[in-house]
């Protein structure tokens, strides 16, 4: 039986963690993702789980532990947030190629500099080419949700990839909202026992981690991890319906929110759909028929069910939390578009840069990017490709 | 140590296995296998490795020369992902995954450039936080991996290709760190220093000490590289007993905070006798360069007396 409550999104993960109940969990603290490692520790100092838990002395020892416990057979995790993440680097790619299938509660905030503690996707998405699956929540309740699904989805044999789970730092971290949580007993079957085919503390079976291979090698090797991403789609599929049969909720890839006929689609990830849905209703009562396309899974990329969601509207923005640097758009823009174009979806789509270092995402501002949208669709305006909403103006500055 | 036969212990089955591609001579593969015959027969252990020779050498993809198990991670990060082997090993432990009877011992070997360099962080972290393992550092003093570039092992004046011996240069400037004093600093249960003699006893009984001891133990192994020291191959054991002669490198260990020395030279040779043996400090012993010798003996001189008296000698 689901029981009603009311946390926040670290609240959330760290009572997955608790239900989870992994066998390693080292960490080090970072705003804002530090209440995960200390309401885990809390848990284990009152006897509510058991977790061995590390209290390392920085983040990239803390990934290189939880690679290290990971080998050795143990069903480990940790947390993180920005430049923990950042620091972890050299340890992600570590993990995805060594194909262990280790968990991380990515909370998002940016990156240096100007320091600042807020959220936004710079963290996940400097992330995004490490061989990582990485799932996004709008709210605690997918956060609770995407926590319990990742170790189903990293230890399946067809996969053996690590998971990360992210939820937008402060904005679902710490927002206290409305929660079903499942009995500890129905998460545990779900998520299931691990059981790994290899590992260093196997008895009389030694295996050797991480090798120096040469280029005959080592290609294969990177093909292979390839296969297995394309391979984990729909093994997130089977885990997301099994979830939902279960617990009678959650989404596969993606959302679709009133797209179905929708003329105007803002294609968006993390806290700000739920913005983005507000200003949809909104439009809808005025009779503009507008849509969002919440995305939750990033990696592996959905390319063309991305492709065949949009291909009946007549224009998409697609927001970026995150800059890339480029020039010409963020990192989910260039891929939404590539994914367009081979499908032959020709529909005009525009990047847009939208709430960075925690900048506010309003409904006004949805509804004016629907507005913009619709001028472009309809009245052949030239508007700017990557653009930024949300700026100063020159006088406020 | 009582019944200490080194015919014996040589006939143990080897734990790093022939065919590994480390150079003829290398101090390192030496010292290695000898802290593994240290291992009881019928222990298992977890190996792990900093990235450096050893590593790229010892596990080329299909290939592996380790008869246990062993991870390799990244240069700067053996003390944390041994940290997190052995956690497992309790986690596991306690949940009752691991039959009773599988009894592992974990033991990470690190260069000192993976070691007091860029791993230092890692090996303090895991230092202080007590694991039940053993850092062996093997300190050739340097980057020998990449090409002898000094690092803070690297003894004063040596000519590494990043200290390189020139018109204006002597050489390192710097003198080394003192990462033995370092770590046993962190209070854990065992630290020593040690290289190879004749017998083997010294390092095989403070690796048995190190392995066997509960909780954390670093053991600094002086290993040296004929390549990055430049001396003849097969003059390796003599090098070593001018080492310890010179007091260049102290045989010493901290079993549980007290200081003890393990070998005190008959008669403290000269730093001459141990530098004239390696073209690393070839320049040294060029007309006019006799203040350097000096400055080196002097700062051998006083970390010897510095250890004595830590020693309550």
Redesign the interface.
């Known amino acids: 039986m689901s029981r009603k409550d009311r946390m926040s999104g670290n609240e959330a993960v760290a009572y997955a963690i608790r239900q989870v109940n992994p066998?390693?969990m080292?960490a080090f603290p970072i705003t804002p993702s530090t209440e995960i490692p200390q309401m885990v520790s809390t848990y284990i100092a009152n006897g509510e789980m058991?977790?061995?838990f590390?209290?390392?002395?920085?983040e990239?020892?803390?990934m290189?532990?939880?690679?290290?416990?990971?080998?050795?057979?143990?069903r480990?995790m940790t947390a993180t947030s920005s430049c923990g993440l950042a620091f972890m680097w050299?340890?992600l790619l570590?993990a995805a190629s060594n194909r262990l299938p280790l968990v991380l509660a990515l909370v998002n905030r940016t990156l240096s500099g100007p320091i600042n503690i807020n959220c936004d996707h710079s963290d996940s998405m400097g992330a995004r080419d490490t061989g990582w699956i990485q799932i996004y929540a709008e709210n605690n309740q997918e956060a609770y949700d995407n926590f319990i699904q990742a170790f189903p989805i990293a230890e399946d044999p067809r996969v053996h990839l690590p998971v990360m789970v992210c939820q937008d730092g402060f904005i679902t971290s710490h927002a206290v909202e409305n929660i079903l949580l499942e009995e500890d007993a129905d998460v545990r079957e779900f998520v299931g026992e691990y059981h790994p085919e290899e590992f260093?503390?196997?008895?009389g079976k030694?295996?050797?981690?991480?090798?120096?291979?040469?280029s005959d090698?080592s290609m294969e090797a990177k093909f292979n991890q390839e296969q297995a991403m394309i391979r984990s789609k729909e093994v997130i599929l089977e885990i997301a319906e099994k979830f939902r049969s279960r617990f009678n909720r959650g989404f596969g890839l993606f959302e679709e929110y009133r797209t179905e006929d929708a003329d105007y689609i803002l294609l968006i990830m993390g806290s700000a759909a739920g913005t983005s849905k507000q200003a949809a209703d909104e439009l809808r009562e005025a009779g503009i028929k507008a849509g969002v396309l919440k995305l939750r899974v990033f990696r592996p990329f959905p390319a063309e069910e991305i492709a065949n969601a949009l291909k009946g509207c007549k224009a998409v923005a697609i927001m970026d939390r995150c800059e890339s640097y480029n020039g010409h758009g963020g990192p989910l823009a260039s891929e939404v578009m590539a994914a367009l174009y081979t499908s032959k979806v020709y529909i005009p789509a525009i990047s847009y840069i939208y709430g960075l270092a925690g900048r506010d995402f309003t409904v006004e501002t949805a509804k004016d990017i629907y507005k913009e949208l619709s001028d472009v669709a309809d009245k052949g305006k030239q508007i700017k490709q990557h653009t930024y909403v949300g700026l100063r103006t020159r006088e406020e500055r | 140590m009582a019944g200490y036969n080194l015919k014996e212990l040589m006939s143990k089955p080897e734990r790093l296995s022939p065919g590994h591609r480390m150079c003829a001579g290398c101090g390192a593969t030496i010292g290695i296998r000898a802290v593994l015959r240290a291992l009881h027969e019928g222990d298992m252990a977890v190996i792990g490795n900093a990235t450096g020779c050893l590593e790229v050498s010892s596990f080329m993809y299909p290939y592996t020369a380790w008869e246990d198990s062993y991870i390799h991670n990244a240069f700067e990060n053996a003390g944390a992902t041994l940290s997190g082997v052995e956690t497992a090993y309790r986690a596991l432990q306690k949940r009752g995954r691991l039959p009773e009877s599988a009894k592992f011992k974990f033991i990470t070997f690190g260069g000192d450039g993976g070691t007091y360099d860029i791993g230092f962080q890692s090996l303090s972290g895991a230092m202080e936080r007590g694991h039940d393992m053993v850092y062996v550092c093997y300190d050739n003093g340097a980057y020998m991996n990449t090409g002898i570039q000094r690092s803070s092992a690297t003894p004063q004046f040596a000519d590494t290709t990043t200290t390189p011996v020139g018109k204006v240069s002597n050489g390192k400037v710097q003198t080394r760190k003192d990462l033995s004093a370092i770590i046993a600093e962190h209070h854990v249960p065992y630290v020593a220093q040690t290289t190879f003699t004749k017998d083997f006893r010294d390092i095989h009984t403070k690796s048995e000490k190190a392995i066997y001891t509960e909780g954390a133990a670093f053991l600094n192994m002086l290993a040296p590289c004929p390549r990055g020291w430049r001396y003849e191959t097969s003059e390796i054991m003599k090098i070593c007993q001018l080492a310890i002669d010179t007091c260049y490198w102290p045989m010493f260990e901290v079993d549980h905070g007290n200081w003890r020395l393990t070998y005190e030279p008959k008669k403290k040779l000269p730093i001459e006798d141990f530098l004239r043996e390696q073209g690393r400090f070839a320049h040294l012993f060029k007309p006019g360069n006799e203040e350097l010798i000096a400055a080196f003996q002097e700062e051998v001189d006083r970390r010897w007396e510095d250890l004595l008296y830590r020693c309550n000698r």
């Open positions: 066998d390693v080292p058991d977790t061995e590390i209290p390392v002395e920085s990239h020892s803390s290189s532990a939880t690679v290290g416990a990971e080998a050795a057979g143990a480990s050299e340890e570590v260093l503390l196997n008895p030694p295996v050797a981690v991480g090798p120096y291979a040469v090698y």
